[in-house]
Each structure stands twice: as structure tokens, then as C-alpha cells.
């Protein structure tokens, strides 16, 4: 039988990626093997976003380019998955004549059903619809750029409604997974050679209010801990107001669970916290940031911040300038507040100028970019344990593998390390990864 190819671009957030690598396994599973070359593939899907208008420009520009494509290979298939067709549904279909399939985010298992049926009929299918359980949660997958760390989700979806997010709408409501089936999915990923398992959710500190038995987070972060093979926990995302102290707590108490989170702050003003319906203050905010730091004083810290929020004032925003001098966060993710239909903040009508958008953006970037790359700095010299991810992008000679912190480190090391845990002594420190040396490459040894 011919094999058939699939070519598949991803838009936005880590739960975008881990939706595009389980569409990746179901198809694989009906013989279709992913390629980087789009002349290449039979069937094209494009995982959108559209939490920021960006993202949403971004996914706009890749369907233009499939227009010409289509017209020169009428036989491929063209699918349009994420966030972005979610919302659209229909108005996608309608938009883009060439597009076969348009599919929401509760509907990633109907995948292998979808091409079917267009491979027999021609038709074109519209397939948006909400279920009670998202069904394709539970699918192992490798990380398509790793063999040694993976994506679990945990829960789905989001009832917090923050005044400027479109996730709820998009994504559903929450609901958490069962814990059984959350630690034999982690189980069956270490019998494949994982080390380390990323757990993610839109707001994992609230996991298992919608299960039986409400197992919640803390517990179900010590039962992965156990699971043999597994060296290395992470998750994504903390809600600031849901962190609570029994999860703080476990940083020290779990091997396991690296010295890292992400713990998106959104504004320094108590003026915009509250408009933004985030349930916090910047003080209960930096309370918390205390607390990790009581706990495990060099964890890294990582954060979102919005500038523009409507209703932002110079002297809220210096507010937030304030707070990122008190915090110094490692990384931030920071963005121009990006209007988004059906959202609370829509209805707001002090929404602030573009130029003063674009040049609190700068400011807030610069600053952080100073204090990563003073973060950075104060590991030079210092040894840390690293998990080989793979051979470096840039010099074949080099490994890449990262801190129990998240910093990528590349050090000179053949294939033999990949999968291993070593110590590298950190050499030199720039804006996105460090440099290091191979100390030990069989830390057990040491
Ligand atoms: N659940 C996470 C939380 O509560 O922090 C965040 C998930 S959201 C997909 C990722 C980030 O996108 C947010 O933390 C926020 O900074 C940013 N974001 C969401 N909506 C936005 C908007 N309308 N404009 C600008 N940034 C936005
Ligand atoms: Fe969006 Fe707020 Fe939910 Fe995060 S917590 S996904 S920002 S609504």
C-alpha cells in the first residue's frame, strides 16, 4: 500500500502542541506518517489558536498558502483543528472553499472517522460540537521533539472566565481526568523510556474538583512521584489563587517535582486584577512567591503578563514594573492585551491606545530580558543535573538537555547521552540557554 503523509502546523499554547501530537498518534495509527514537507503529504492540518489576535493572523496566513496548494493537488485533504475553528465552525468552512474539515477542540478522537468518510465521499465535514468527556485526553504520545519528556493532560478546559480570555468558550469547561487514568497513561510512557512527564492543564492547582472522590492536586502530584522510571515532574499552569500552601510544600518533600513554576501574575495592579477577574491581589501574589521561595530558594519562576488591559493607567502599569522589580522573574511571556469577541472586556470602553500598548510591551521585555539574563549569570560556574533531551539544533557535536530549573544547556556529547541524567558545570550564560561541561555522565557514580 502507498504510504500516505501528514503535514502538521501548530499554533499557540503547550496544550495546542499536545492536542497536534495526539492527532499525530491516532493518525499514525491509520498509517499516516507525519512529514515536515507539505508538498509531500495527502492530508494537511493546521492546529489553530486564537487567544490573541496574533495567533489567529498567524493561522489566517498558513490557510492562504494552502489555497494555491489545493488548487494544483485537488486530492489532498485539507483540515482545520484548535481553537480558532472552534469558534469559527461554520464561518471557516464558508471562508475557505478548499478547507475539507473543520474540527473543534472536544473533537480530536473523531480524527481517523473524519478522513475516512471524506476519503469515500468527497464531502466536506463541520464536526464543533462539545462532549461531557474529551475523549481524546487519555492518548500516550511522545513529544514529537523529544523521546525523553512528555505531555500529560490532567484536566481540560477552564471556568475561571477571566474578563479577557476566550479559553472557557473555546476549550469548554474544566474537567479533570481520572487519577487511575492519568497514572497509567504516565505509566505506560516510562515503560517507553520517559523521564519526565509535563502535567498541564489551563489551571492544574484546581485538578480533581469535577471527579469523584476530589483527589486533588497534591495527591495526584506524590503518585506520579512514585511511578518507577519517572525522574522528572512538571506542570503547567498554576493559577495564582489556587496555589495553595500544601502544594507549595511538596517542592521540597518530592524528589521528583523539578524547581520550577509558572505562575502567570497577568498585572501588578490591584485596579487591573480586579477588572481582569483574576481573584487575587499583586500582595496575595507575591505572598505566594515568598512561599516558594521559603521552600526551595532557587526555584524558577515564570510568568504572563498583559499590558494594555482596558483601563490601565501609567501609574497601574509602573505598578506591574514595580512587581517584576520585587519578583525578578527568570521568563516572562508578555503581551499586548489583544481584544477577543465574547469576552467580558469587550464591553469595556477605556481601552488604551495601540502606541502606548506597543510601548509598555517594549518596556516590560527589556526589563525582563535584564533580569533572565542576571538570573542566568548566577549559575555560571555552578554544577547542575541535566536531562539529555537530544543532539543539539545548532552544532552536531553538542547535546541539549535542561535543568531541573527548565534552562536548556548544550555541552559537548554524543548520542550515548540521550535519555541520561548528568552534571554539567554551567560555562557561560546568554538570553535563551546556557553553556556547559560534561562533569559526570553517570551521576549514580559520582
Ligand atoms: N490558564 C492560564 C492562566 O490563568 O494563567 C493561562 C492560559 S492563556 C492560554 C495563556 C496566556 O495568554 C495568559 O496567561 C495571558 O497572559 C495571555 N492571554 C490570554 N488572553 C489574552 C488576551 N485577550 N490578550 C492578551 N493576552 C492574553
Ligand atoms: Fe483564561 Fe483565566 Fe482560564 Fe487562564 S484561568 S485559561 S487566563 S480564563
Not at 507525519?34 to 495527502?42: C, F, M, S, Y
Not at 559537548?412 to 560534561?438: D, F, P, W
Amino acid at each position: 500500500m502507498k504510504q500516505k503523509y501528514l503535514h502538521l502546523t501548530t499554533f499557540g499554547c503547550q496544550m495546542n502542541v499536545h492536542d497536534s501530537e495526539q492527532m499525530a498518534e491516532l493518525l499514525k495509527r491509520s498509517g499516516y506518517e507525519a512529514t515536515n514537507d507539505v508538498k509531500k503529504a495527502g492530508l494537511i492540518i493546521i492546529n489553530t489558536c486564537c487567544i490573541r489576535e496574533k495567533a489567529e493572523q498567524k493561522a489566517y496566513s498558513a490557510l492562504g498558502r494552502l489555497k494555491k496548494l489545493k488548487l494544483n493537488k485537488p486530492d489532498i485533504i485539507i483540515g482545520i483543528g484548535g481553537c480558532l475553528a472552534q469558534q469559527l465552525g461554520a464561518k471557516l468552512l464558508k471562508k475557505a472553499p478548499y478547507v475539507d474539515m473543520v474540527f473543534g477542540t472536544h473533537n480530536i478522537h473523531l480524527l481517523p472517522e473524519m478522513i475516512e468518510y471524506i476519503e469515500t465521499t468527497g464531502s466536506r465535514i463541520l464536526e464543533t460540537g462539545f462532549h461531557e468527556s474529551v475523549r481524546s485526553l487519555g492518548i500516550p504520545t511522545l513529544s514529537l521533539n523529544s523521546r525523553v519528556s512528555a505531555y500529560v493532560t490532567v484536566m481540560q478546559g477552564c471556568n475561571n472566565f477571566c474578563a479577557y480570555c476566550v479559553v472557557p468558550y473555546v476549550r469548554g469547561r474544566e474537567e479533570s481526568r481520572e487519577l487511575t487514568d492519568i497514572i497509567n497513561e504516565v505509566t505506560t510512557l516510562a515503560d517507553q523510556g520517559v523521564k519526565e512527564v509535563t502535567l498541564l492543564g489551563q489551571n492544574v492547582n484546581s485538578y480533581g474538583k469535577t471527579i469523584s472522590g476530589h483527589p486533588g492536586f497534591s495527591v495526584l502530584l506524590k503518585e506520579v512521584g512514585k511511578i518507577k522510571g519517572i525522574e522528572r515532574i512538571r506542570f503547567m499552569t498554576s493559577h495564582p489563587k489556587d496555589l495553595s500552601d500544601d502544594i507549595i510544600r511538596l517542592f521540597p518533600q518530592i524528589d521528583e517535582l523539578c524547581e520550577c513554576i509558572h505562575l502567570p501574575v497577568q498585572s501588578g495592579s490591584d485596579h487591573v486584577l480586579k477588572r481582569m477577574k483574576r481573584r487575587y491581589t499583586s500582595q496575595d501574589y507575591l505572598d505566594k512567591v515568598a512561599g516558594l521561595r521559603e521552600v526551595c530558594p532557587d526555584i524558577s519562576i515564570t510568568s504572563d503578563i498583559i499590558v494594555g488591559f482596558p483601563g490601565e493607567t501609567e501609574d497601574d502599569f509602573k505598578k506591574t514594573i514595580d512587581l517584576m522589580e520585587k519578583v525578578r522573574f527568570d521568563g516572562l511571556f508578555s503581551f499586548k492585551y489583544s481584544e477577543r469577541e465574547g469576552t467580558e472586556a469587550v464591553k469595556f470602553d477605556d481601552k488604551v491606545k495601540e502606541d502606548v500598548k506597543k510601548r509598555r510591551l517594549r518596556e516590560v521585555q527589556s526589563l525582563q530580558k535584564k533580569h533572565t539574563l542576571e538570573k542566568n549569570k548566577t549559575l555560571e560556574g555552578k554544577t547542575e543535573y541535566i536531562l539529555v533531551e537530544g543532539i543539539s539544533k545548532k552544532c552536531r557535536d553538542d547535546v541539549m538537555g535542561r535543568t531541573r530549573s527548565n534552562k536548556i544547556v548544550n555541552f559537548m556529547g554524543g548520542v550515548n547521552l540521550i535519555g541520561k541524567t548528568v552534571t554539567a558545570r554551567i560555562t557561560k550564560t546568554y538570553l535563551h540557554s546556557l553553556r556547559g561541561e560534561l562533569v559526570c555522565k553517570e551521576v549514580e557514580k559520582c
